[in-house]
């Protein structure tokens, strides 16, 4: 299992378009991915899902990824949050 | 007549028949079936459609507005793929016997309720577009053909609200402008309409009855209005105002697309100058190949505070994205003289124009300037980024700021944090500055002349002061020949110069800089098109031989 914190500095945290991309990213691995804000987990495949937590810039959020590509998994997934969020 | 005033969303005059389109009203009926496993296939096949549908709208969209605003396709894609809403669908119709239709409708209810509920305004809106999708399920399950406007002729749109897969997939040639009783500014259809460049209002409180279906209706972009069955004054007035419209129109669309490119081969730049992130609309609209200035100062006169390196950030970050691969000349913080705020706390001066602006209060305080360039940096990672400094009279404050650039990129290396490589230049706007810009080109990339300043402070005229004007000449020749001087310096060292006041927009000059050299001009957005004509019709080394100018 492959984790990590990160603080959304994008201004308008996960909206649609951003929550968009993070499943496209995430679906490209076969591990299980997740993310958490405040106690509250959501599967990184499912667009609803992401868009329920509702996270906004300055939230800080955990990303687990488990699987037998977590390594990938996980250093794709902070470089994309880097990057875009 | 009738008369209803909305919020304009795109200028310009629309006459024609009004058609009142109402959704397809879903009549959902709530059947038991026997066969569940039959009717998951029957949703499966149609989320197959669907998705189909959608990436027709998706290319769609994409060739007529733009990646930003088809991107909203993708995510209804992604929206169908959702487990979570496919889970709900099949529950329903295992558990209750009950039909797809019902089941998607059930669906669709619980989850954009849950956005409704949600106390983010942004996340609000998204119920919307879960019954977009949900609609558009149940539309292929009862096998209809999506409600659309069914008008032999072009009409006006007059609904209640629209979704933006509705805009979109409205036969553009039958729209001749959209009006909603909802919306707002930033909704999707107002974004596509305005890139559709279609007359439309919104917040339009009107009826959408029989009293308005049918009749004759002139929509108004300019004053914000719709008239329901124009008397004969109006249909006059508003006729011949149009046929202004549609000429002008006709005259850019002829020029939009073209090369700026004179008949003897010679290539310019054709640049728009911006103060405001609202006005990227215009430059795409207006055919620009790029932004010449941007003006950063809005940034910091429409706040209390200094804008945070984020903030400033995910603006030139919008910007550049969103020219995707044109050019951005993004100019540095030039307040001062006219431009006042607040919270620089800065002294009263007995000569603005002379006194502590631009560049001066950049170096002397180091701190707001290396915020400022540490967002233009990070941001140039994401498109063809410039940056340009104003105010510039001497070569120690070129070096000054390199020094500052240099520290900037060091700083962002050893915190792992991306940046380009962005083209650095200055503006050209103090006699000083013409004087050595042999010296300057060596240490820049790119030169813009700031005719505006440099008029001021070569003729010594106040251009505020109406008395002066017997004295003021905006051609003067001490003038053309300075921008001569600059270009012919810049090339000397191999860089390009460019002119980015409102000479430049001058159609008068037009040729007269052709024939300098001048490689860039970046004008209002509104004379991008004008300024092509002229560069479209002209041959330089004919117009030389005939002007004898140099």
């Known amino acids: 299992m492959k984790q990590f914190n990160y603080t959304i500095t994008d201004p308008e945290g996960i909206h649609a378009r951003p929550a968009g991309e993070l499943v496209k990213a995430a679906k490209e691995f076969e591990s299980k991915i997740t993310l958490e804000k405040d106690g509250k987990s959501g599967d990184c495949k499912k667009i609803f899902t992401i868009m329920a937590l509702a996270v906004k810039n300055g939230n800080e959020v955990t990303i687990t990824c488990e699987g037998p590509d977590e390594d990938a998994a996980a250093a794709k997934m902070q470089e994309f949050m880097k990057e875009k969020m | 007549m009738n008369k209803y005033n909305g919020k304009s969303v795109f200028k310009g005059i629309a006459i024609g028949k009004i058609s009142v389109y109402k ?108 019954k977009d999708i949900s609609e558009r399920l149940i539309t292929i399950l009862s096998g209809k053909s999506q409600s659309g406007v069914s008008a032999d002729e072009p009409v006006i749109v007059v609904a209640l609200d629209l979704a933006p897969s509705e805009t979109v997939q409205m036969d553009k040639e039958k729209v001749l402008s959209f009006v909603t009783v909802e919306g707002s500014l930033n909704s999707h259809t107002a974004i596509l309409a305005r890139t559709m460049s279609i007359p439309s209002l919104i917040g339009t409180n009107m009826p959408l009855d029989d009293t308005v279906d049918g009749k004759l209706g002139i929509v108004d972009g300019e004053n914000g209005c719709i008239y329901v069955d124009p008397d004969e004054e109006t249909i006059k007035i508003m006729t011949k105002k149009k046929e202004e419209d549609d ?49 950063s100062e ?52 007995a000569n603005p124009a002379l006194g502590y602006r631009a560049i001066r209060i950049c170096l002397t305080r180091p701190e707001v300037f290396k915020t400022q360039l540490r967002a233009l940096f990070r941001a140039s990672a994401f498109g063809n980024l410039a940056i340009m400094y104003p105010m510039i009279t001497s070569t120690w404050e070129v070096e000054e700021i390199k020094r500052i650039e240099q520290e900037v990129k060091d700083e962002l290396t050893k915190e792992n944090i991306p940046f380009g ?130």
Not at chain 2, 69 to 94: C, K, P, R, T, W
Not at chain 2, 306 to 326: C, D, L, N, R, S
């Open chain 2, 421 to 550: 490589n962005p083209q650095s230049g200055i503006m050209i706007e103090t006699p000083a500055a013409v004087i050595i810009s042999r010296a300057l080109a060596k240490m820049v990339d790119f030169f813009s002349i700031g005719t505006n300043d440099l008029t001021q402070y070569t003729l010594a005229i106040d251009r505020q002061n109406p008395k002066l004007d017997k004295f003021y000449d905006a051609h003067h020749p001490a003038i053309l020949e300075m921008i001569r001087m600059v270009v012919e310096n810049a090339h000397k060292e191999g860089i390009w110069a460019g002119i980015c006041g409102e000479l430049g927009a001058d159609t008068e000059l037009t040729r007269d800089f052709l024939a300098m050299g001048v490689d860039e001009l970046s004008v209002s957005p509104g004379s991008v098109l004008p300024i092509r004509k002229i560069i479209v019709e002209t041959d330089v080394k004919e117009y030389i031989k005939n002007s004898g100018a140099k």
């Open chain 2, 247 to 295: 000429n002008k129109k006709l005259l850019l669309q002829k020029l939009k697309g073209k090369e700026n490119v004179t008949l003897d081969g010679q290539k310019v730049k054709l640049y728009a100058n911006i103060g405001n992130i609202k006005d990227l609309a215009l430059v795409l609209q207006n055919d620009a190949s790029g932004i010449g200035l941007f003006r």
């Open chain 2, 23 to 130: 959704k397809g009203e879903q009549l959902v009926k709530r059947t038991r079936i026997e066969d569940t496993q039959a009717e998951i296939k029957r949703y499966k096949d149609a989320v197959s459609e669907a998705t189909r549908q959608l990436q027709d709208l998706y290319d769609k969209a994409l060739k007529e507005v733009g990646e930003a605003n088809a991107a909203i396709f993708e995510i209804h894609q992604m929206m169908l793929e959702d487990d979570g809403y496919e889970e709900s669908v099949v529950n329903i119709i295992e558990s209750q016997n009950m039909n797809a239709e019902y089941a998607v409708a059930t669906t669709g209810d619980n989850f954009s309720q849950m956005f409704a509920a949600m106390d983010d305004e942004y996340m609000r809106g998204r119920a919307a577009d879960v």
């Open chain 2, 298 to 349: 809005f940034i910091y006169l429409d706040k209390d505070d200094y804008p945070t390196e984020e903030e400033q950030f995910t603006i030139y970050k919008t910007v550049v994205e969103t020219m995707a691969g044109k050019q951005v000349i993004i100019r540095t913080l030039d307040i001062g003289a006219d431009k006042q705020c607040d919270y620089f706390n800065m002294d009263k001066e």
